[in-house]
């Protein structure tokens, strides 16, 4: 494997699920966790005659970043578009399960300075949501793993990151928005319903599956940047990814969950001011919500480089 | 049998409910915005206790959002369903533990809204909000319990039901569906015959639909054989999950109490394995990090 320092330069985009979680965290600092060596693959796939994988489709681990503890979760979309099947799933939940246990030896350990060393959970997100191959163990993790999200609230910072190849789709859309903060770059991407589904619900004339471009511009990280879903936009390096969740964790932890977008009555009620727009306008196209929100140059977006598009995005208003 | 309660969220509310209990969009004095026609919420009584309930009403459509109809949840809906549920918690907060007010869910949907808006504006945030919400008012020791009546499909299952803390369910002859994808979806994606699928999904609980299936991996607490059972049978529950929240068990309820669960029923085993190496594994390098 290559030097973490040149991992930083490398195309998050390229890099697999392992290179991500190595080099998301600072040097020589990653141990993973129930490691391919462990041979924990699905015993699911193979009754479907489907090829299994040592990892299942997921890196977990901890490694530090400062003096902090980051327990990782890194899915791999080269497997099963990273789907989430039975063990997947449960290497996800073991992860947070040992974010909250370590939480709390930190606290008994250090009771006068333990806020500097509080762990944090950052998912790299590279997924299509559940596994058909084993679908009901699937949902029922994805359950799960919400709830673990929900009983980090008030202790533990959980990020999100995508920018990887397959996005984040389908049930781990859910998951991805309930982060405290969401870190994408522009080739990230976000949604609920495939394209086929949409196209299956409206009609071809309304929204044409085969519209890669809408599709990019409806999902993108651009799109979710201005809507505030992600709360930052980075290039397409590991580092700039390294770099923003380092950021993210020098932040008190009040100031982390300022980012979310959704999680408190406060946060529905904004969300809620935002359907009533789209009730009122006939959006026909993301650049539609852009020129909205104040982009003069909706239709350039697009194409706009990272260092433009950052200077000159027009943001929705928070409340 | 031929009896289905598919598509009657409303009348399995006054099923349900003690007779003429139910006002509909009102948590005590708060009235809930007018809008998800799809989310029939509000207030009444089962056997005697005050409760919350959130249903699907499959018989409306949605006039703001046009794929919002039979049963779907759209971002309306599922906004109102979250606020009920954060208004709920807000209502109880002075009360202890044990007084907190159940909600029953009363499930039939076939999934979210799947429109252009929807994913321009988030629909995966406004289901996303709803789960998060029902998460914390079991952590304020609210008692969940959700009562599948027809359709718990995918990713509205998510939302409205799995976040629950006991889930219930009509047995498969009333016609109820539990399922990320019909066997026809699967069979196009995994490009497994449908034969095949078909004849495996006799003996694999992990991707055949159903609720015997759901059950095998602990993803229901327990089936209900008859439409009159199901009162008795949520109220028995209400008062299980106060029970276990009493005596500092919460997690056995929930998401996480139905991963024990599965295990206890030999459907989802390599679950907790991989949970308990995890743990032996950090174990061992533990020191470096804390």
């Not at chain 1, 030097?3 to 040097?27: C, G, H, I, P």
């Not at chain 2, 997690?251 to 032996?280: A, F, H, N, Q, S």
Request: net charge neutral.
């Amino acid at each position: 494997m290559r030097k973490w320092e040149e991992m930083q330069e490398r195309s998050f985009y390229e890099s697999t699920a392992r290179e991500r979680a190595v080099n998301l965290v600072d040097k020589g600092t990653f141990t993973e966790l129930l490691a391919p060596i462990d041979k924990k693959t699905s015993p699911h796939l193979p009754i479907l005659g489907e090829a299994v994988s040592f990892d299942d489709g997921v890196v977990t681990g901890v490694g530090k970043i400062g003096n902090r503890p980051v327990f990782v979760i890194s899915q791999e979309g080269r497997f099963i578009g990273g789907a989430v099947g039975e063990v997947h799933g449960a290497k996800m939940v073991a992860t947070f399960r040992l974010a909250q246990q370590s939480y709390e030896k930190i606290k008994a350990k250090y009771p006068n300075d333990y806020e500097s060393r509080v762990p944090a959970v950052v998912i790299s997100f590279e997924t299509g949501g559940v596994r058909l191959h084993e679908a009901n163990a699937g949902l029922l993790a994805h359950a799960e793993v919400m709830e673990q999200i929900q009983h980090c609230r008030g202790k533990i910072p959980v990020i999100g990151l995508v920018g990887s190849k397959v996005g984040c789709f389908g049930g781990m859309g859910f998951v991805v928005v309930a982060t405290d903060m969401v870190i994408m770059s522009d080739r990230g991407r976000i949604g609920l319903t495939g394209p086929e589904v949409i196209e299956e619900a409206m009609g071809k004339k309304e929204f044409d599956a085969s519209d890669k471009s809408l599709i990019y511009r409806i999902t993108g990280g651009k799109h979710k940047y201005i809507m505030r879903d992600a709360a930052y936009l980075v290039q397409d390096t590991i580092g700039a990814f390294h770099k923003q969740v380092a950021e993210a964790l020098k932040m008190s932890y009040d100031e982390v969950q300022s980012h979310r977008c959704i999680g408190s009555l406060k946060l529905v009620e904004e969300q809620l001011e935002l359907v009533k727009i789209a009730a009122e306008n006939n959006f026909k196209d993301a650049t539609d919500v852009w020129a909205y929100f104040g982009n003069k140059k909706s239709d350039q977006i697009q194409d706009q480089f990272y260092d433009e598009f950052i200077r000159e995005a027009k943001r929705r208003p928070r409340r | 049998m031929g009896m289905t309660m598919l598509g009657k969220g409303r009348k399995a509310i006054s099923m349900i409910l003690d007779e003429g209990s139910f006002v509909e969009g009102k948590i005590d004095g708060y009235t809930l915005p007018d809008i998800g026609p799809g989310a029939v919420i509000g207030t009444g009584s089962l056997k005697g206790r005050k409760v919350t309930v959130i249903a699907n009403d499959a018989m409306v459509r949605n006039p703001r959002f046009p794929v919002v109809y039979s049963g779907v949840i759209g971002m309306e809906e599922a906004y109102k369903m979250a606020t009920t549920v954060y208004k709920m918690i807000e209502l109880d907060k002075n009360k202890p533990q044990g007084e907190k007010r159940p909600l029953v869910l009363i499930v039939d949907t076939p999934g979210n809204g799947p429109g252009k808006v929807e994913e321009l504006f988030g629909m995966n945030k406004a289901t996303g909000a709803y789960q998060l919400s029902l998460a914390e008012a079991r952590q304020h020791g609210h008692p969940i319990v959700a009562m599948i009546i027809g359709r718990a499909i995918s990713g509205a299952f998510l939302c409205h039901g799995l976040q629950a803390d006991h889930i219930l369910s009509l047995s498969e002859e009333f016609q109820t569906m539990i399922h990320v994808m019909p066997l026809a979806g699967i069979s196009r994606i995994t490009k497994r015959d449908i034969e095949s699928l078909t004849e495996l999904s006799k003996t694999n609980p992990v991707f055949a639909s159903g609720a015997g299936f759901f059950y095998k991996l602990g993803g229901l607490e327990e089936l209900v054989h008859n439409v009159d059972d199901m009162k008795d049978t949520i109220d028995r529950h209400i008062t299980e999950v106060y029970k276990c929240n009493a005596e500092g068990n919460s997690e056995k309820c929930g998401p996480w109490g139905r991963g024990i669960l599965g295990k206890e029923r030999g459907g989802r085993e390599t679950r907790d394995e991989v949970i308990r190496m995890m743990y032996d594994e950090f174990a061992k390098v533990e020191a470096q990090y804390i």
